[in-house]
């Protein structure tokens, strides 16, 4: 009895995994008017703006720019041509 109940719950969970990964969405190509959101630790401050930089070569607008005590998180959209990340 435990045994077939046993094969059961693994049939059971077998499936419930298949069904868990069989949709999936696609990403987009970045475009210059995406928005990107960095994160960086607040001791590195100035690598939000590196990756900006390396996201946006000719230039980006800061949409909003929040920190606290450990992190900093910096809005930007791109002015010219983007690179996807």
Do not use: H, W
């Amino acid at each position: 009895m435990i045994k077939s109940v046993y094969r059961v719950s693994l049939a059971a969970g077998a499936l419930l995994t298949l069904a868990g990964c069989s949709a999936f969405e696609g990403v987009p190509a970045a475009q210059p008017t995406d928005e990107y959101v960095l994160a960086c630790e607040k001791v590195e401050q100035p690598g939000c703006e590196t990756r900006a930089e390396q996201l946006c070569p000719e230039g980006y607008d800061t949409l909003s720019s929040e920190e606290d005590f450990a992190r900093k998180e910096l809005r930007v959209r791109c002015t010219g041509e983007a690179n996807p990340p």
